[in-house]
């Protein structure tokens, strides 16, 4: 029984709604990850989390086509990077959810770009339709276990987001030395907010795929049972 919605008929999709599957909608985004991760890394993460999510849940868990760009202006003028306005986002995010809930009682937005977070976050609050920001589910203590070069920091293209693509899509993965802007504090919202001069928010050297699996393994664990103890 196929997780992606995207696979299944009609008839199936209604019958699998009316029993009480919940619909996953990643949003992820399109923009440049430095010099060695696809611009599509935070499509990928969030689509890979979503589809393991579902795999990993007691509950039925159909995996929406994911949302393939977001809110990214301060990237724009690193490379490649597909961008949309607020209120495009928004309408777009808030048309595909209320679509989909003419099929099933629940649906939960699954962010992957922090670009994403607030807006996503205001969206939530009109419409009642929860957001997770899936790296969010990850205690910060086990962060700072996994990615201590980067003080347990997200970042941007660093050893988080390197080490989760090393476990997801290692082909896809670029080698050799990389210029990157350290973390000098954990988490700082407000750390280098144009990405300085590479583009990238800690050191992707660091990474490995032990760590990124790790990190994701934690993730899904935590989205699984976030959707198995919801009503």
Do not use: K
């Amino acid at each position: 029984m196929s997780a992606r919605l995207l696979e299944v008929s009609r008839v199936e999709a209604g019958e699998r709604g009316r029993a009480g599957a919940v619909c996953l909608l990643p949003v992820g985004s399109l923009e440049q990850h430095g010099e060695h991760l696809p611009v599509g890394t935070d499509s990928l993460l969030v689509e890979s989390v979503a589809l393991r999510t579902a795999a990993l849940a007691r509950r039925d868990v159909l995996v929406a086509p994911t949302v393939w760009t977001g809110l990214s202006p301060h990237h724009v003028r690193l490379g490649l990077t597909v961008t949309l306005e607020p209120e495009l986002l928004l309408g777009l995010v808030r048309s595909i959810v209320g679509s989909l809930r003419l099929w099933f009682s629940r649906v939960v937005i699954v962010n992957g770009h922090g670009g994403n977070r607030g807006w996503l976050a205001a969206l939530a609050l009109v419409e009642e339709c929860p957001v997770v920001n899936y790296w969010e589910l990850v205690e910060p203590s086990l962060l700072r276990e996994l990615f201590p070069v980067d003080l347990g920091s997200i970042g941007h293209a660093g050893q988080t987001e390197t080490s989760a693509m090393l476990a997801t899509a290692p082909d896809l993965v670029g080698a050799g030395p990389m210029a990157f802007e350290p973390i000098t504090r954990a988490n700082d919202p407000l750390l280098l907010p144009d990405m300085g001069a590479s583009g990238v928010l800690g050191d992707p050297s660091a990474a490995s795929a032990h760590t990124g699996e790790r990190f994701l393994a934690a993730a899904c664990h935590g989205l699984a049972e976030l959707l198995d103890s919801s009503g």
